[in-house]
């Protein structure tokens, strides 16, 4: 799963297979805390991140929706994902 994205300590990755499932999403890291965040409504899916780093990857998403939306399409076709600029 190839890191898109860091910022702040936050790894965001994104599954690169064909096989991957919708809704479109993302996983973020943060210490021992990871979530699933989905592209289109901006939500945690599942998982939790502490809320100051919650907040920083939702802006992060919103921020970025369109590259994560390109970046979905390249990663269920089998092709890797392009790096997105962090959260300055």
């Known amino acids: ?10 790894i965001v990755r994104m599954y690169c297979d064909k096989a991957e499932h919708n809704p479109p999403h993302f996983h973020a890291y943060y210490q021992e805390h ?9 939500e945690i899916q599942t ?4 809320a100051k780093q919650a907040k920083l990857v939702l802006a992060w998403a919103a921020i970025h929706q369109d590259e994560l939306l390109a970046d979905w399409e390249l990663a269920t076709n ?11």
């Open 78 to 88: 089998g092709n890797l994902p392009f790096k997105i600029e962090p959260l300055k």
């Open 34 to 42: 990871k979530a699933t965040i989905n592209i289109k409504t901006g």
């Open 1 to 10: 799963m190839p890191t898109i994205s860091m910022f702040y300590g936050i």
């Open 47 to 50: 998982g939790k991140l502490p």
